[in-house]
């Protein structure tokens, strides 16, 4: 009997169209928030994977003593493809003219992610390129041809070494934003910094070790040994907590958008 008075209840209900109703706002909310949870987790990793160009690699170690060459060699055993990068402020010559530049020194795994574009003509936009200068070359931001009122082609005076400029810099996605990396970019070979002389002790040095490959084989070579107290690892986490914090913002806002879906619906 209770089965019957059941039917008979959901058939007219059926007929008055409220059950429609019901299931038109399931239907909604199911779609609604299943869209936007897949939103979510694309933009989760879009994010992520921009954070990690803007890093320049999956995970980097920072020191500011020349890490011990074990770390690189671990990581290359581990299948990882590595790259080292040393950053200091110098001054820059040419002619009667100097000016503070943001010095960094790459090698030839430079660089592992991001976009670095150079270019031969300030005016015209710069190729993506898949290696750092030549040895004797240095790449420059076009403002430091125009502080020092040099272009293409001219010698710059680099501690104790003369260097010829060879493009301009149009994009370094990897680039830091400390207070001397506020000053105009220089860019120069590994091979070439033991001959410039600006490597003494004293030197406001920060040494890089930057790695990209498997997520669990970046985890291996993380715990490969302690730090010392100058070291530390970057990363999203670590190394970038302003992309962190937005990307937990994003997270927070589409959630809530989602809740919101299934109580309008």
Known sequence: MIL????????REARSGELSLILAALLIAVISTTAIALFSARLELAMEAKSNDMLGADLRLQSTSE????????????????????????????GDEMTLAAVKAVDDGYPLRGTLKVTQDAQQPGQAMSHGPLPGEVWVEPRLLALLGA???????LGTSVFTVSGIITEESDRGGNFYNLSPRLMMNWQDLDGTGLTAAGSRLRWRILVSGDADAI???????????NQKFESLEDGNQAVSRTLDRAKRYLGIAALLSVVLA
């Open 4 to 11: 019957r008075m059941a039917s008979r209840l959901l058939w």
């Open 67 to 94: 890490p011990d060459p074990a770390w690189r060699e671990e990581a290359q055993s581990l299948g990882l493809n590595t790259a080292r990068i040393l950053t200091f402020p110098s001054v820059v010559l040419f």
């Open 151 to 157: 272009a293409v082609g001219d010698p710059l005076e």
């Open 219 to 229: 985890e291996q070579w993380r715990g490969f040994r302690e730090l010392l107290p």
